[in-house]
């Protein structure tokens, strides 16, 4: 079996500094940037790629509302809840490893 292309860039994206940890701050409900900012200590320029990404692979819903000062909220969408959900799966599978048991 080979992995579509999109398969690949979602990987790809996933193995980046971060990326899962904002997936998992978000599996909290809707978040604003400075919010996930805290209490994901990353680097404001690191964040704000990891959400782009995600945003334009369809995993995060990004919505500005029109007010003073600008808020904005990310949101994960079904499919990003979808590759959380096998990103926990994964860490199942591979806890055992970490361990030291087979």
Known sequence: ??????????????????????????SRGSARFSDLETFLLLSPRTLAERLREFHLLGLVDRRAYPEVPPRVEYTLTPRGKR???FLQGLETVLEPIQEGRP
């Open 1 to 26: 079996m080979v992995l579509s292309k999109n398969a690949r860039k979602v990987l790809k994206v996933l193995a980046r500094r971060g990326a899962p940890e904002v997936l998992f701050a978000l």
């Open 83 to 85: 590759v959380l959900e």
